[in-house]
């Protein structure tokens, strides 16, 4: 029984391992971004800068609360120091000096000191500026976040595009070879020319060559896939929707018209944030010319023996207490003070043009994502025309090829220019997709933003 149930749990043990590392998953796109949000190495990284801001925050704030350090201290005089007072005092000789050893060879102190900011302007400024630290690492998380996004939508049309790819090749080249064969019988009894047989052995190579190379680019595809989501890039993965479906989802002419304010982009708000920060620096400097006043009360006590006895009941100790006030008030620095308020008005003053170009650079952006996205919805629209064009071209010349009508040449330029069609048609949705996804980040669509306090519970 006992090497039954050893058996069984080994078994067990071994199952429950192998499907752990064969764990499948399975994405929609949305599903696929929802995952990604949580678990791209990226995005994980940018909550945790929002983690390091709160902390910094805090650690700004506490510097002006009270602080209470403690010390404690024991000394031993291995040889304790001599003192040559006048013989005269004892009664000798006069001119002489008699060796005389003050204090105890031990000595113990404890004191406890609380120390209280009571006024720094660099203080106060320290608190604005962590809160404007704060407020533009969650908004560089929503950068991140709309990026990731935005990758995340470009893998996954990888993907599709990829194995789109791969099934048209096969199907091609099934056709190919049963072309070929059937050519190649018709020359063998005599019926046809061998340059027939040839020119469809050059096509069927071509497309063997770009199959393979479907083949790797899907390996290839899939893993980066997998890495945008934060997952090993071997793991294996099923995707649930499909090119065309995706395509037609995203054709919005809505966004063709869509304005934006300005200040609503993540790209502006990040670059106030800098703004923000060159302008609390400058303040930070110009506080250095104010006075400081601090202050702080101690408490200790003190015991004196010849003997390790400290720990003893009979033992004295002798209290002490002091209260202070200290204000360290700035004379002259030979001008460096003012040196560096000058240096970060400067460059407050570089950020404000950077957050004006920054403007203008956002609504260029917007107009040629538009622009872009209308170009992708039109060359798709087209592709789709061209295709059953080239379906169509491609199927009569197979028909005259057949029937001794056209030659060889003819059904390969019709069969080339009908995979280049399939193949502009494929990466037309890919692009439509991608450029949908571009203009959405430039309008915030959607919004992505986190609050500090969801980052609070994690870390």
Same mark, same amino acid.
């Given at each position: 029984?006992?090497? &039954?149930?050893?058996?069984? /749990?080994?078994?067990?043990?071994?199952?429950?391992?192998?499907?752990?590392?064969?764990?499948?998953?399975?994405? /929609?796109? !949305?599903?696929?971004?929802?995952?990604?949000?949580? @678990?791209?190495?990226? @995005?994980?990284?940018?909550?945790?800068?929002?983690?390091?801001?709160?902390?910094?925050?805090?650690?700004?704030?506490?510097?002006?609360?009270?602080?209470?350090?403690?010390?404690?201290?024991?000394?031993?005089?291995?040889? $304790?120091?001599?003192?040559?007072?006048?013989? =005269?005092?004892?009664?000798?000789?006069?001119?002489?000096?008699?060796?005389?050893?003050?204090?105890?060879?031990?000595?113990?102190?404890?004191?406890?000191?609380?120390?209280?900011?009571?006024?720094?302007?660099?203080?106060?400024?320290?608190?604005?500026?962590? &809160?404007?630290?704060?407020?533009?690492?969650?908004?560089?998380?929503?950068?991140?976040?709309?990026?990731?996004?935005?990758?995340?939508?470009?893998?996954?049309?990888?993907?599709?595009?990829?194995?789109?790819?791969?099934?048209?090749?096969? &199907?091609?080249?099934?056709?190919?070879?049963?072309?070929?064969?059937?050519?190649?019988?018709?020359?063998?009894?005599?019926?046809? =020319?061998?340059? /027939?047989? !040839?020119?469809?052995?050059?096509?069927?190579?071509?497309?063997?060559?770009?199959?393979?190379?479907? #083949?790797?680019?899907?390996?290839?595809?899939?893993?980066?896939?997998?890495?945008?989501?934060?997952?090993?890039?071997?793991?294996?993965?099923?995707?649930?929707?499909?090119?065309?479906?995706?395509?037609?989802?995203?054709?919005?002419?809505?966004?063709?018209?869509?304005?934006?304010?300005?200040?609503?982009?993540?790209?502006?708000?990040?670059?106030?944030?800098?703004?923000?920060?060159?302008?609390?620096?400058? #303040?930070?400097?110009?506080?250095?010319?104010?006075?400081?006043?601090?202050?702080?009360?101690?408490?200790?006590?003190?015991?004196?023996?010849?003997?390790?006895?400290?720990?003893?009941?009979?033992?004295?100790?002798?209290? @002490?207490?002091?209260?202070?006030?200290?204000?360290?008030?700035?004379?002259?620095?030979?001008?460096? #003070?003012?040196?560096?308020?000058?240096?970060?008005?400067?460059?407050?003053?570089?950020?404000?043009?950077?957050?004006?170009?920054?403007?203008?650079?956002?609504?260029?952006?917007?107009?040629?994502?538009?622009?872009?996205?209308?170009?992708?919805?039109?060359?798709?629209?087209?592709?789709?025309?061209?295709?059953?064009?080239?379906?169509?071209?491609?199927?009569?010349? $197979?028909?005259?090829?057949?029937?001794?009508? /056209?030659?060889?040449?003819?059904?390969?330029?019709? $069969?080339?220019?009908?995979?280049?069609?399939?193949?502009?048609?494929?990466?037309?949705?890919?692009?439509?997709?991608?450029?949908?996804?571009?203009?959405?980040?430039?309008?915030?669509?959607?919004?992505?933003?986190?609050?500090?306090?969801?980052?609070?519970?994690?870390?």
């Amino acid at each position: 029984m006992t090497k &039954k149930l050893l058996i069984f /749990s080994f078994l067990l043990c071994t199952t429950l391992g192998f499907s752990q590392q064969q764990k499948n998953y399975t994405f /929609s796109l !949305e599903e696929a971004v929802t995952f990604a949000l949580d @678990s791209n190495y990226t @995005s994980i990284n940018a909550q945790r800068d929002i983690a390091k801001a709160i902390k910094q925050k805090w650690e700004t704030t506490a510097q002006g609360l009270p602080q209470i350090d403690g010390n404690i201290s024991y000394n031993n005089n291995l040889k $304790q120091p001599v003192t040559l007072l006048p013989a =005269e005092i004892t009664g000798g000789e006069p001119g002489t000096f008699v060796p005389v050893t003050f204090g105890t060879k031990q000595s113990a102190n404890a004191v406890a000191t609380l120390n209280q900011l009571i006024f720094d302007g660099s203080y106060l400024v320290g608190l604005k500026a962590a &809160k404007a630290f704060l407020r533009y690492s969650e908004n560089a998380n929503e950068k991140t976040r709309l990026e990731v996004r935005k990758g995340v939508i470009n893998a996954y049309g990888s993907v599709l595009l990829a194995q789109e790819l791969v099934d048209i090749f096969e &199907k091609n080249k099934t056709n190919l070879e049963q072309n070929l064969n059937e050519t190649r019988k018709i020359y063998e009894n005599g019926l046809g =020319e061998e340059e /027939s047989v !040839e020119q469809l052995e050059i096509t069927l190579l071509d497309i063997e060559t770009q199959l393979n190379n479907a #083949r790797r680019s899907q390996a290839i595809a899939k893993q980066m896939f997998n890495l945008a989501l934060g997952i090993d890039v071997e793991a294996p993965v099923t995707l649930t929707d499909d090119l065309d479906q995706l395509a037609n989802q995203n054709i919005s002419l809505s966004l063709l018209d869509s304005s934006l304010k300005i200040e609503e982009n993540v790209d502006y708000k990040i670059a106030y944030n800098l703004t923000e920060q060159r302008y609390f620096e400058n #303040r930070l400097e110009k506080s250095k010319f104010l006075p400081r006043l601090s202050a702080f009360v101690n408490y200790g006590t003190s015991a004196n023996s010849d003997d390790f006895s400290f720990f003893n009941g009979d033992q004295v100790w002798y209290q @002490s207490s002091v209260l202070g006030v200290s204000l360290n008030i700035p004379i002259f620095s030979s001008g460096m #003070r003012s040196a560096a308020s000058q240096r970060t008005k400067i460059a407050l003053d570089q950020a404000e043009t950077d957050l004006e170009q920054t403007k203008q650079q956002i609504k260029l952006d917007l107009t040629t994502a538009q622009s872009n996205y209308q170009f992708a919805i039109e060359n798709y629209e087209n592709s789709k025309k061209n295709l059953a064009l080239a379906e169509r071209i491609e199927g009569k010349n $197979q028909v005259k090829f057949t029937e001794g009508l /056209s030659t060889s040449f003819d059904l390969r330029q019709a $069969q080339t220019q009908l995979y280049s069609a399939q193949q502009q048609f494929f990466q037309s949705m890919l692009t439509l997709i991608n450029e949908k996804a571009n203009l959405e980040t430039v309008l915030n669509i959607p919004q992505l933003r986190m609050n500090y306090e969801e980052i609070k519970g994690k870390y």
